[in-house]
Each structure stands twice: as C-alpha cells, then as structure tokens.
C-alpha cells in the first residue's frame, strides 16, 4: 500500500529504522564502490567533513529543499550546506561515514535507482527535484529515510537562522538571554 507522499514527508525515521529496513546494508555495500565515498573519516580535498564531490551534492539537495524567493532568502544565504558539514563533523566520525555515504547515495541516485544518465549535482534544478522528490515517496524504506534525514537536518539550520524569521512570522524567542 502506497503512503500519500506529504505523510512521507512528515515521517520520522531513526537509525534503527534505517537498519531495519535493510538499509544500512545496502550504503555499506555500495559505498565501497561509489567514487566520492570516502572511508577513511576524513574529507582529501578540501578538509572537513565532507569531500567536494559531496559538499557540491549536500549544496544541491539544499538548494532545491530551500530555493528562497521574493524577500525569502535561500539555503546559500545561509551557507546551510556548510553549517551541516560543521554539524556533521562535530557528531564524530560515525556520523560523518553514514553521512558521507548518504551523500554519496543520493549523488548517484539517478543512474542506480531512475536509469537517468548523470549524477544529481549535474542534473538541471528541475530534474533534481525530481529525483529529490523520489527519494521522498519511494518505495524503498532507506531512501524515504535519507530524504527525511537530509531535510530535517537541512530546515533545522536554515531555521535557526534569525534572517529566516520573518519568512514563516516568527517573531523570535520570547526570552532573551
């Protein structure tokens, strides 16, 4: 039975889930092979996180996840992708495989899942959102969980940001410190 894709989208999944679902498996399986997948803990080109093949992935997914518009600003703004990076990179390096990995997962997503030539960060922005939306309403448990890990790291820090306030009528914190 087919989930209606907005309650995809609402749907927590925890790494267990992740693992249940078989998931866990399958990145491991394909991160060995997939360029861009870095084992080793640490990022070989840039320093980070992240190596640049997957910064450039994470700054699409939140590119078409936060596209601004009108007086919103968008998720470059903000530098969202690096705030994650820096987020991910103080989670320890557990974190920073698992996410690497999903990175690396969801930038050959096209060619692995949809048969589309091209990996997502050289896809043209509509055509990314259509794989981004993919991943939201799959079939497959683990991608559901990818996207939903990815968005929710991605608004949780694009929304701390105070200029991103006004966008959704938040006047800010009650209480200041």
Same mark, same amino acid.
């Given at each position: 039975?087919?989930k ?8 927590s ?9 078989? $998931?866990? $498996? ?32 994470? !700054? ?13 600003? $968008? ?12 987020l ?50 799959? !079939?497959? $448990?683990f ?8 968005k !929710? ?13 006004p966008?959704?009528g ?5 209480l200041?410190?």
């Open positions: 039975m087919s209606n894709p907005e309650t995809v989208l609402r749907e999944f925890g790494r267990r889930e992740f693992l249940r679902q078989g $998931g866990g $498996g399958l990145m491991l399986a394909l991160g060995g092979v997939l360029p861009g997948c870095n084992r080793t803990g640490g990022s070989q080109d840039g320093g980070g996180a992240f190596s640049d093949s997957a910064r450039l992935t994470l !700054r699409a997914i939140c590119e078409r996840l936060l596209p601004g518009g009108g007086r919103t600003p $968008g998720a470059s703004a903000f530098d969202v992708a690096g705030k994650i990076e820096d991910v990179s103080e989670l320890g390096p557990r974190a920073a495989t698992d996410f690497r990995s999903l990175l690396s997962l969801f930038e050959w997503s096209p060619v692995l899942f949809e048969a589309r030539p091209g990996r997502f960060s050289t896809l043209s922005p509509d055509t990314q959102t259509e794989v981004i939306r993919g991943w939201a309403t799959s !079939r497959l $448990g991608r559901r969980t990818g996207f939903v890990a990815i !929710r790291v991605a608004m949780s820090v694009y929304y701390a940001q105070e200029a991103s306030w966008a959704i938040f006047p800010g914190p009650w200041q410190s």
